[in-house]
C-alpha cells in the first residue's frame, strides 16, 4: 500500500493574509511548505471584508460627490444609481486583486497547496482529502467568520452577514442593521449614498472603542446624511420575511419595533476553530480563539497561531504583521513578542476614524498620568480648500511630552494614521513632530500644529522670557 504520507518543513493552515505571509516567504527561502485552504484564496479580507467594503465605500463617496458638487461652484445633481453595475464593479476589483492570492502564483513560488479541509489527528499530523501531513512546524491562520448572536427568531428570518452582503445586485429599500461597529457603520454610510434608507441598532454606544472626542465627527455625519442610529437599544427578537423584516428593540425599559427590507448582522467575529481536531493535537483554545503565548505559539510547540483565530486584534494588518513575525522562529530560531498595544486601526467612514495607541479614557483607565492636545482641521489651509474642515487630530501625551496615543478623524484620516503609528511605534516625543517640516499644503500639517500648540505655553514663562531679554543684550 502507497505510503500518503508527505512531510514538508512547514504546514500552514489557512490562505488568508497570515497565511500566504507565511507560505511566500517561506517557499522564496527554499523551504518545503505546504498551504491547505478548504475555501477562497484571500481569505475573509479579498473575498467578503477588506476589499469588497473598500470598493462599495468608494461607489458611495462618488455618489456622495454629485450631491455636494455645489460647494465648488459646481452644479449639484441627484445620481443615477446602478446597484447591479455598483455589483459589478465591487466584484471586479476582487477579480484584479485575486491572481495575487492565486493557487496558481503560489505553486509557482513553490508552495504545494492543498484545497480541503484540514484536521489535525495527533501532534504532528494533520490530515486533508485522504492524505497526511507531518510536519516540522504548523501555522494555524484559519481566521474568523461572522458572529451570529443567539436572538430570538434570528435564526429563522433572513439575514445578510459580510459574507454575503455583497451578493445583492439591487439595492435594499431600508437595510437594518445590528450592530454600530466599525462594519456596521461604513456599510450604513455605502448604503445610504447609494440609496437605501438605513437605521443602525446598537445595544452600547456606536463606534464605542474609538474616542469619543472623535466618534462624535463621524457620528454627526452619518444622521447628517440620513442614517438612523438607535443607540443603546438591545434587539430581542428578528420576525419576518425576505423583504419584510421586524426588530423589536428594548431600551431604558420601553419596547418598540424598527422595520425594514433587509437585515445585516454586523455585531462582531468568532475564531474559525471548529472541526481543526485541536484537541487530538493538544491544542488549547477557547471562545475567543486558540490560545497563544506572546510569541504565538500555542500549547503545542511544534503549532503556532497567527492572525484573528488567535484571539487578539482582528485586523488584516495584524494577520500580516503575525505572518511576517512567525517567519522568525520558524525559519531563524529567532524569539519574537508580539506587540498589540500599538497596533492602528482605521474606520473608513466618511469622514474616517483613526485610532494608534490607547484613547485618553483608555490610558487614564491604566492608570497612566497623561495630557492630551488636540488640532481643528478648520484650522488648516488644504482642509479649508477641499471643504473638509470636520474633523481633529488628538494626541494622548505622557511624561516629557512623549505620544503614548494618538488619533484623528476627518478626511484622509486612513492615510494620516500611518503618521500617528510611527510616532506611537518610535516612542516619539510631541517634540519630534513639531520639528519635521511637513510639505505645504497638506492635511498631515494638522498633526505638526497640534504638537507645536502643546509648547504653546512656554511663550509666556517667564523664566523663558527672561532668558531671551537676557540674551538679547548681548546684540
Not at 123 to 138: E, M
Not at 325 to 332: G, I, N, Q, S
Amino acid at each position: 500500500m502507497a505510503d500518503d504520507t508527505t512531510n514538508p518543513d512547514i504546514c500552514v493552515i489557512g490562505a488568508g493574509s497570515g497565511g500566504l505571509t507565511v507560505a511566500a516567504a517561506s517557499a522564496a527561502f527554499g523551504v518545503p511548505v505546504t498551504l491547505i485552504e478548504r475555501d477562497r484564496m484571500g481569505g475573509d479580507c479579498l473575498n467578503y471584508g477588506c476589499v469588497p467594503s473598500k470598493a462599495l465605500i468608494a461607489a458611495g463617496k462618488t455618489a456622495e460627490m454629485f450631491r455636494r458638487a455645489d460647494r465648488f461652484g459646481v452644479r449639484s445633481t441627484q445620481p443615477q444609481i446602478d446597484f447591479a453595475a455598483v455589483h459589478a464593479h465591487v466584484h471586479g476589483v476582487i477579480g484584479k486583486i485575486a491572481p495575487n492570492d492565486s493557487v496558481e502564483r503560489f505553486e509557482g513560488l513553490g508552495v504545494d497547496v492543498i484545497k480541503g479541509d484540514a484536521r489535525f489527528v495527533d501532534p504532528d499530523t494533520v490530515a486533508v482529502n485522504g492524505k497526511r501531513i507531518k510536519a516540522r512546524r504548523f501555522v494555524v491562520a484559519t481566521g474568523s467568520r461572522p458572529f451570529v448572536p443567539p436572538i430570538e427568531g434570528l435564526k429563522d428570518t433572513p439575514h445578510l452577514t459580510n459574507e454575503t452582503l455583497f451578493d445583492l445586485t439591487r439595492c435594499p429599500e431600508h437595510l437594518l442593521i445590528i450592530g454600530g461597529g466599525p462594519i456596521g457603520m461604513e456599510m450604513a454610510q455605502a448604503h445610504r449614498r447609494l440609496g437605501a434608507r438605513v437605521t443602525v441598532v446598537e445595544g452600547a454606544t456606536p463606534l464605542g472603542k474609538d474616542d469619543p472626542d472623535l466618534t462624535a465627527v463621524v457620528l454627526k455625519r452619518l444622521e447628517a446624511e440620513g442614517v438612523v442610529i438607535e443607540a443603546n437599544a438591545k434587539v430581542v427578537a428578528v420576525s419576518g420575511i425576505e423583504g419584510a423584516i421586524t426588530l423589536r428593540v428594548e431600551r431604558d425599559g420601553r419596547r418598540f419595533e424598527v422595520r425594514g427590507s433587509h437585515l445585516l448582522v454586523a455585531v462582531g467575529r468568532q475564531a474559525n476553530v471548529d472541526d481543526l481536531g485541536l484537541e487530538a493535537a493538544g491544542i488549547a483554545y477557547d471562545r475567543s480563539g486558540i490560545t497563544v503565548g506572546r510569541d504565538l505559539r500555542t500549547s503545542n510547540r511544534r503549532v503556532y497561531a497567527v492572525g484573528d483565530v488567535a484571539g487578539g486584534p482582528q485586523f488584516t494588518h495584524v494577520a500580516g504583521y503575525h505572518g511576517g513575525l512567525v517567519l522568525r522562529p520558524l525559519l531563524f530560531r529567532l524569539p519574537i513578542r508580539t506587540k498589540h498595544d500599538e497596533m492602528p486601526h482605521v474606520t473608513y467612514t466618511d469622514p474616517e476614524l483613526g485610532q494608534v495607541g490607547p484613547t485618553e479614557a483608555e490610558a487614564r483607565a491604566a492608570g497612566h498620568d497623561v495630557a492630551t492636545v488636540s488640532w481643528s482641521y478648520e484650522d488648516n489651509d488644504r482642509a479649508q480648500a477641499e471643504h473638509e474642515t470636520e474633523g481633529l487630530v488628538k494626541f494622548v501625551v505622557g511624561k516629557r511630552g512623549r505620544i503614548v496615543g494618538a488619533g484623528v478623524a476627518g478626511a484622509k484620516a486612513g492615510e494620516m494614521t500611518n503618521l500617528l503609528a510611527l510616532a506611537v511605534s518610535q516612542g516619539m516625543k510631541l517634540s519630534d513632530l513639531q520639528g519635521f517640516v511637513s510639505p505645504y499644503p497638506t492635511l498631515s500639517e494638522i498633526a505638526k500644529r497640534a504638537a507645536t500648540s502643546y509648547y504653546a505655553s512656554y511663550t509666556s514663562k517667564p523664566v523663558v522670557r527672561s532668558a531671551i531679554a537676557f540674551l538679547r543684550r548681548f546684540g
